[in-house]
C-alpha cells in the first residue's frame, strides 16, 4: 500500500511516506483512514487535513467515543466530496455489506479522489468473490464456517466475505476505475502480495 500511495501521489526520487508526508501538495489533501493503529497514522497523523476514526457497535457516525470518532463505513456521517483520498488497510473484508461501504467511500471523496486500499488477496485472485455470511436479513447467517481475523485491539472481527477479481468490475460499477498494485520484491511470495487503487470517475 505505500508503494501503491507514493505511486499515485508521489515523486520518483521519493524514499518512504514520511518524505511524501512533508511535501505540500500532499501534506494539504484530505485524507480519511478508517481505523487507530498501524504505520500509515503514525505518519499521517500530524498533517492538518487528516482524519480517522474507529467502528463500534451501537455507535452514531461522526459522535467521537472514547475520544475517537466514530464511523460506520455504510453509513458515514462525512459530507460528499469531503476527500481527496481515502486509506483502507484489511477493513473491507469486516463489512457486512462491503458494497455498501464501497459506494460511501466513493460518495465522500471528490471527483479525481483516491481510494487506496488493502484486503487479503494474493495473485492470482479466485475469479468470483464468495460471501461467507448470508446479510440479506437483519441477523447474520453463517454459509462457510465462521472465520475471523484478529481486530488490531486484542479482539476478533468476523470475514465476510472472500473476494474474488470480479472486485474490479463491481468497483467499477460503482464509479471507480480500479488499478492492482504489486511490489516489484525478489521475493516470489511477496511479489503475489496486492494493493488497490481507486480512482473516482
Known amino acids: 500500500m505505500a508503494s501503491a500511495i507514493l505511486a499515485a501521489y508521489g515523486k520518483a526520487q521519493m ?10 501538495v500532499f501534506s494539504d489533501l484530505a485524507i480519511y483512514e478508517p481505523g487507530v493503529s498501524g ?10 487535513g487528516y482524519q480517522n476514526s474507529f467502528y ?24 460528499d466530496e469531503s476527500f481527496d483520498l481515502v486509506i483502507s488497510s484489511d477493513i473491507f473484508e469486516h463489512i457486512r455489506r462491503p458494497w455498501v461501504a464501497f459506494r460511501e467511500v466513493a460518495r465522500v471523496l471528490k471527483r479525481g479522489g ?3 486500499f488493502s484486503i487479503p488477496a494474493l495473485l492470482p485472485m479466485d475469479k468470483e468473490t464468495v460471501y461467507r455470511v448470508d446479510t440479506s436479513g ?6 462457510l464456517e465462521p472465520y475471523f481475523h484478529g481486530d488490531g ?3 476478533k472481527s468476523l470475514v465476510y466475505v472472500d473476494y474474488g477479481r470480479d472486485i474490479i468490475d463491481i468497483l467499477e460499477e460503482i464509479g471507480f476505475r480500479t488499478f492492482v498494485n504489486t511490489d516489484d520484491h525478489i521475493d ?3 511479489r503475489r502480495v496486492i494493493a488497490f487503487s481507486c480512482l473516482k470517475i
Open 114 to 116: 483516491m481510494h487506496i
Open 15 to 24: 524514499r518512504g511516506l514520511a518524505e511524501l508526508a512533508r511535501c505540500p
Open 188 to 190: 516470489v511470495e511477496r
Open 39 to 48: 504505520a500509515y497514522r503514525s505518519v499521517f497523523n500530524a498533517l492538518p
Open 138 to 143: 437483519p441477523e447474520d447467517v453463517h454459509i
Open 56 to 79: 463500534w457497535d451501537g455507535g452514531i457516525s461522526g459522535q467521537k467515543m472514547n475520544g475517537v470518532r466514530h464511523e460506520d463505513l455504510m453509513n458515514l456521517s462525512f459530507a
Open 153 to 155: 485491539r486484542g479482539g
